[in-house]
């Protein structure tokens, strides 16, 4: 009788515990992540994501990458924004923006939301593979990761639904190893699928699952997620959802090749430049972010840069904790629980090759694994550590340690974002620029990358900006340049839009339209200059004629 009591009131205990970190660990991240949401300023991916959004819901005429889309009830349904990204985001921000209004709050909120279901289906994925005092370290750690807060801010620039597929994937398989039930089967093929048409780069993620699984079938380990069973049936379900997932993407593809066009062009260098078949140099640049992932380093464009020493000490020791005890020969310790260094480790090697750039945050697909390493090693020392109080406390005292070190530098940069508003293409002063357009009521051509869509969300589709800068080279304007702009020139209310020239992203644009205009027996003339909050230069507004736009 004693012993039943005691079992049921740590039962008891073990669901307050749980309870009380997701009432802690759910909050404290949406008043992180939720301060100040307006800042940055709006950035023109993120916007671009969504302006087929806006479209929809004010009934405009829907831009569609390539004329890709489906038909359906009087609407154009985009199927990709991007040839290697999809529409996960548009229709999730529908919502949102139908019912707060078309406005960057709306937006951020929806992606602040949709990292809450990331948070909840890593809580659910960890607990059931390694249990509840695993799961609440690592929910606890990603609520005040810097990392995780501040790409949750603008997931839709960083794709965060590609987490949310990836995590509910890992979720749904370890029901299905646990329960054996059919639909967690399908559904993480689903969300496998849906991940890819979320963002190719997602890729990276089932290879890594496949053969981290691979790995441990040939170990002939106790984590057997029972692929050796021969029932075709369900797997052929399997199969069917994983398509079903994907179905934006083949429908794309199939309507235009773009995807493919896209990875044809870019295998040995890509848009952006990089030599993919330069691989080792390409992995030591992402041995950088890497590192900037751990310390919270990535975010310059906030105002200032701030690193945590406390968490990546804690991340490696728990590796080399990890790694001593799993992989001595007869170990005690469960092989799965080198699951997340698995997953990470194949992700950085995957990551060595791109169609587009090396840039920093498309290891966000890592997440949460650095925390869940962190809970892993201290889970390993509450077991062996003696005695239980000490090794409780010890605990305790370490995700306390790390979790004041964490918000330490979200603090920081909040405090920094306040002050910059965002620096170079994330600076809030596109929203003087849109108002400033919005006013004015003039056609608007964008000579440069990172105006049109910003506008045009921020002014609901009154400005419907034009693009004449030419995507096909980022350091000269193409031979068609002076055609594409001509026909604008006849009108001398027309506004051209730069940036300043340290902000400039396509070269060469704003000389060449200089010289264009005095061909033609006209002055550039009339600017307006819109700063950032540190007073440097960044959008250039330019006319044609002696009137001032002023």
Not at 29 to 52: C, I, T, W
Not at 230 to 243: D, E, F, P, R
Request: glycine share 6%.
């Amino acid at each position: 009788m004693r012993s039943s009591a005691v079992l049921i009131l740590s039962r008891i205990s073990s669901k307050r515990l749980e309870r009380g970190v997701i009432l802690l660990a759910l909050p404290l991240f949406l008043a992180l992540a939720s301060h100040q949401l307006m800042l940055p300023g709006l950035n023109y991916d993120e916007a671009f994501d969504v302006v087929p959004a806006m479209q929809l819901l004010l009934d405009q005429p829907v831009e569609l990458l390539r004329g890709s889309g489906l038909h359906i009830a009087g609407h154009t349904l985009p199927l990709m924004v991007m040839d290697y990204k999809g529409v996960i985001h548009t229709y999730w921000a529908l919502f949102f923006l139908w019912a707060l209004g078309i406005n960057v709050f709306a937006l951020r909120l929806s992606c602040l939301f949709l990292s809450l279901l990331t948070m909840a289906l890593t809580y659910r994925f960890v607990r059931q593979l390694y249990g509840p005092w695993a799961a609440a370290v690592t929910l606890l750690l990603l609520a005040v990761n810097p990392s995780f807060i501040f790409w949750s801010r603008q997931g839709v620039l960083w794709t965060t639904a590609m987490l949310t597929c990836g995590m509910g994937a890992l979720a749904a398989f370890a029901s299905w190893r646990r329960e054996g039930r059919a639909w967690g089967l399908i559904s993480g093929a689903f969300l496998l699928g849906l991940g890819l048409s979320a963002k190719l780069s997602f890729l990276w993620f089932p290879v890594a699952l496949a053969i981290s699984v691979a790995l441990h079938q040939v170990a002939n380990c106790k984590w057997n997620l029972k692929l050796g069973t021969h029932n075709l049936q369900l797997y052929s379900l399997g199969l069917l959802a994983l398509l079903l997932g994907l179905l934006p993407l083949l429908l794309y593809n199939l309507q235009t090749g773009g995807t493919v066009d896209v990875l044809l062009r870019n295998l040995r260098t890509s848009y952006y430049g990089v030599n993919n078949l330069a691989y080792l140099s390409n992995l030591r640049l992402r041995w950088d972010h890497l590192r900037a992932l751990l310390d919270g380093s990535n975010f310059w464009y906030l105002g200032s840069i701030h690193h945590d020493p406390v968490f990546p000490l804690a991340f490696w020791v728990s590796t080399a904790i990890i790694l001593a005890c799993c992989l001595r020969p007869r170990s005690p310790q469960p092989r799965r629980f080198l699951f997340p260094l698995l997953m990470m480790a194949l992700m950085v090697l995957q990551s060595g090759a791109t169609v587009s750039g090396l840039w920093p945050e498309h290891y966000l697909l890592l997440l949460p694994f650095p925390q869940l390493t962190i809970a892993l090693g201290l889970e390993i020392l509450r077991r062996h550590l003696s005695p239980r109080w000490l090794a409780a406390c010890l605990s305790t005292l370490a995700l306390a340690l790390l979790m004041v070190s964490q918000i330490r530098v979200d603090l920081l940069y909040h405090r920094g974002l306040a002050r910059s508003g965002g620096f170079s293409a994330h600076s809030d002063a596109i929203y003087e620029l849109a108002r400033y357009l919005d006013r004015k009521g003039r056609p608007i051509v964008a000579m440069d990358w990172g105006i049109k869509a910003s506008v045009q969300f921020l002014t609901q589709g009154r400005i419907n900006t034009v693009e004449r800068f030419g995507f096909q080279s980022l350091d000269h304007p193409s031979a068609n340049f002076a055609a594409e702009v001509a026909s604008y020139l006849e009108n001398r209310d027309t506004c051209y839009i730069f940036h300043a020239p340290a902000e400039t992203v396509y070269k060469g644009r704003r000389e060449a339209f200089e010289e264009l205009v005095r061909q033609r027996g006209l002055t550039p003339d009339g600017k307006r200059i819109i700063y950032d909050r540190s007073t440097r230069p960044l959008f250039v507004v330019m006319g044609v004629d002696e009137r001032s736009l002023q």
